[in-house]
């Protein structure tokens, strides 16, 4: 069974640039996640979908991220423009359901904002 | 709103050697608990899940964890590590509610020398 995917891997922009990362969850997983994971912290919740509705954005900043999950299958993060305390790895996650008993990871996207 | 706290930032240990990594969590309703690690470079690999019944679960790798209610822990062992066990460990908590997500803690690196 293929995993999550994700693209790019690495990405190294400048500040004030855009950057997109692309996710394709693992087939027939209703629910996809997008983490933040800055160096030394653990993962934090950025955006959770339940197909292509938004269940939970709450600790997304809008003023500069946004995400999409049109047929509710692929993922696009966009962030525009970064800031140079944006330079984390994005992770995508995918799941069954909403219970969260059983979340999948990408190998994520590491993003460096020079 | 649920909470994780790993103690230990990071954990030196020699080959063969038994380890513990120390989790406890904060949350007013049941929970699921987690155990992930992370390979440098590399994306979050479920080790092991407690979701209800026998509070040892046994993971992959050798490890194993111990859920404890009435001290809100969830601690991590492995009675011999191997050179290829060095890597980032976290603990993770959802809530078991009609929906949740996963909180993490802020990971603990296990070093092993030979």
């Known amino acids: 069974e293929a995993g999550v995917a994700q693209s790019p891997r690495y990405k190294i922009i400048e500040k004030r640039q855009s950057v997109a990362f692309w996710c394709n969850p693992i087939s027939g997983h209703a629910t996809l996640y997008w983490y933040q994971q800055i160096l030394g912290q653990g993962p934090k919740l950025l955006i959770q979908f339940q197909n292509n509705g938004v269940v939970d954005d709450s600790q997304l900043p809008k003023d500069r991220f946004s995400a999409e999950r049109l047929k509710g299958v692929d993922s696009t993060l966009k962030i525009q423009p970064a800031k140079l305390e944006d330079s984390a790895v994005y992770l995508c996650?995918?799941?069954?359901?909403?219970?969260?008993?059983?979340?999948?990871f990408g190998e994520g996207s590491w993003l460096t904002v020079v | 709103a649920q909470s994780v706290t790993q103690l230990d930032s990071q954990v030196p240990v020699f080959e063969e050697a038994p380890v513990e990594l120390r989790c406890n969590y904060s949350s007013s309703v049941s929970v699921y608990l987690f155990w992930y690690v992370q390979y440098p470079n590399q994306g979050l690999q479920l080790l092991l899940k407690?979701?209800?019944?026998?509070?040892l679960v046994k993971g992959i790798n050798g490890f194993e964890a111990e859920f404890n209610k009435s001290q809100t822990s969830f601690h991590l062992r492995k009675p011999s590590v191997h050179i290829s066990d060095t890597a980032e460990y976290f603990c993770a908590v959802s809530e078991q509610s009609g929906y949740s997500t996963l909180t993490f803690g802020k990971g603990t690196m296990l070093l092993v020398s030979p």
């Open positions: 996650a995918s799941s069954l359901d909403l219970t969260g008993n059983t979340i999948y």
């Open positions: 407690y979701l209800s019944g026998s509070t």
